[in-house]
């Protein structure tokens, strides 16, 4: 299954809104009826950490302006309002198909 | 509390080999599928290899295909990634990645150069 992420670069003003998609060329809907599309963040420096799991979940300690949304292959990340923190590279990953296959990323950064 | 502690990275010459092995705790191992993503200097993120739950189903990517051997031990909660015929190219952090993307290890560092 292959993952394509647009854009792959974002610039974006402190506050604003951002969005990023990704879209599967699969129906990422698993045959429990669950749909497994997450969104993980890189922060410079740092390690991945997830913030989405199953399309819409957000992680424990993610902020709530992190949302997630989609179905069938069509998924897409949104920042209501974006912080300097929020700097870094966002992929998502498949987990419904084998082999799990994830985005080319798209790297946010503050303009 | 989940952990995966990556060991085995270093320096190797050019056509060397390595055995990384990343030693999972706090989750039922088996159970899982997992595998490896590593990160070159100043570049993202690229998975190398997986494995299914039960060590029958393995993927590699295109670059490390007949380089490189993942496997893993479910009696030792243990993950592996053989690496041989290493070039400068495979220089990078290897992490161990739980099914989920929810737990990483901290990764190990490979570098080839001579």
């Known amino acids: 299954v292959v993952m394509t992420q647009s854009p792959l670069s974002l610039p974006v003003t402190l506050g604003q809104p951002a969005s990023i998609s990704c879209r599967s060329s699969?129906?990422?809907?698993?045959?429990?009826?669950?749909?497994?599309l997450n969104w993980f963040q890189q922060r410079p420096g740092q390690s991945p950490r997830r913030l989405i799991y199953?399309?819409?979940n957000r992680d424990s300690g993610v902020p709530d302006r992190f949302s997630g949304s989609g179905s069938g292959t069509d998924f897409t990340l949104k920042i209501s309002r974006v912080e300097a923190e929020d700097v870094g590279v966002y992929y998502c990953?498949?987990?419904?198909?084998?082999?799990?296959?994830f985005g080319q990323g798209t790297k946010l950064e503050i303009k | 509390e989940v952990q995966l502690v990556e060991s085995g990275g270093g320096l190797v010459q050019p056509g060397g080999s390595l055995r990384l092995s990343c030693s999972a705790s706090g989750f039922r191992f088996s159970a899982y599928v997992m595998f490896w993503v590593r990160q070159a200097p100043g570049k993202g993120l690229e998975y190398v290899s997986g494995?299914?739950?039960?060590?029958?189903?393995?993927d590699y990517a295109d670059s490390v295909k007949g380089r490189f051997s993942i496997s893993r031990d479910n009696s030792r909660n243990i993950l592996y990634l053989q690496m041989t015929s290493l070039r400068p190219e495979d220089t990078a952090i290897y992490h161990c990645v739980k099914d989920g993307v929810d737990f990483w290890g901290q990764g190990t560092l490979v570098t080839v150069s001579s």
């Open positions: 199953k399309v819409s």
């Open positions: 494995i299914g739950s039960d060590g029958r189903d393995i």
């Open positions: 990953i498949q987990g419904s198909h084998w082999p799990r296959t």
């Open positions: 699969q129906s990422l809907v698993y045959s429990d009826g669950n749909t497994y």
